[in-house]
């Protein structure tokens, strides 16, 4: 089968549903067309969105677990943003807890640590990474981490904090195979954003091509990081395909099969979202 070219969007068969596994629906830059968006997601067979709660505050945890009320499609994470960890509280955190007891979210998140912007002491960002991380665990959730320049902190927590024992997903991977071997010895799942059709991304893609097929998930980071060929506008769940086509392309595989495989890793991923998976293609089928 010919692989598609990176700036083509694929059309999928009937029956093959992707799932964007990590935006950001309830951002702002989404207020004047939200439905529009959520729409064209779904004409396009992106079946489900991972919403994270994890911008602005605990308002966005807020905000996602609206839009979930709203949308069938829709889970929401709910967690603390490395940059906001300077705001953190003994009480913001207890109310982090409380909305993670809603019957919709399926992780916690985003979380980790951010040293490239360092919007926030290293040293906040790695306790509100912990107390995070001792949250989703009594919850019995998984954990959507989130990483930028600080590999050997963040792989030290995630192992003295027994992460792998309830697992996860490292959004928006954007290291080296190194760094991507060492995450996946803990037992965490990749995802991959807009990034690997960046110029200079071959670090990047040389990971995804070496990704194990059971461990790769996709995402869009939504409305961020869109995408080549639609690289400088505002991205959407939509676009989630192109990034299925540029790592089909990388791993020789038919997109088709690519995006299958990331559907059932993030169902894996997100346990919660099993059930509800199932729920979600019956509607689709009776209303084909």
Not at 250 to 258: F, T
Request: charged residues 25%; hydrophobic residues 40%.
């Amino acid at each position: 089968m010919q692989l598609l070219r990176t700036h083509e969007r694929p059309e999928l068969p009937p029956g093959v549903f992707a799932i964007d596994s990590h935006c950001h629906l309830h951002d702002p830059a989404f207020d004047a067309d939200r439905e529009d968006v959520w729409h064209r997601a779904v004409t396009a067979g992106v079946r489900a969105l991972v919403e994270i709660g994890a911008s602005g505050g605990l308002d966005g945890c807020r905000q996602a677990c609206a839009l979930a009320e709203r949308y069938p499609g829709i889970f929401p994470t709910v967690g603390i943003h490395p940059h906001d960890a300077k705001e953190v509280t003994p009480e913001v955190l207890a109310a982090l807890s409380e909305f993670a007891d809603h019957p919709a979210v399926v992780a916690v998140g985003e979380i980790g640590l951010d040293y490239h912007y360092d919007n926030s002491p290293s040293e906040q960002q790695q306790s509100v990474f912990r107390d995070c991380i001792a949250i989703a665990r009594g919850k019995g959730l998984p954990i959507t981490v989130h990483l930028r320049e600080a590999e050997a902190d963040l792989i030290e927590i995630l192992r003295s904090e027994r992460a792998h024992e309830i697992g996860g997903v490292i959004h928006c991977f954007s290291g080296n195979w190194d760094t991507a071997k060492r995450l996946l010895d803990l037992g965490f799942f990749l995802s991959f954003s807009g990034i690997v059709t960046f110029k200079r991304a071959d670090a990047i893609r040389e990971a995804a091509r070496r990704v194990p097929s059971d461990r790769l998930l996709i995402e869009t980071d939504a409305p961020y990081l869109a995408p080549v060929p639609k690289r400088g506008h505002r991205n959407e769940p939509a676009f989630v395909l192109y990034t299925a086509a540029c790592l089909a392309e990388l791993r020789h595989a038919p997109v088709e099969e690519l995006v299958q495989n990331a559907t059932v890793n993030t169902l894996r991923a997100f346990p919660r979202l099993q059930t509800a998976w199932a729920s979600l293609l019956e509607g689709t089928t009776t209303t084909a």
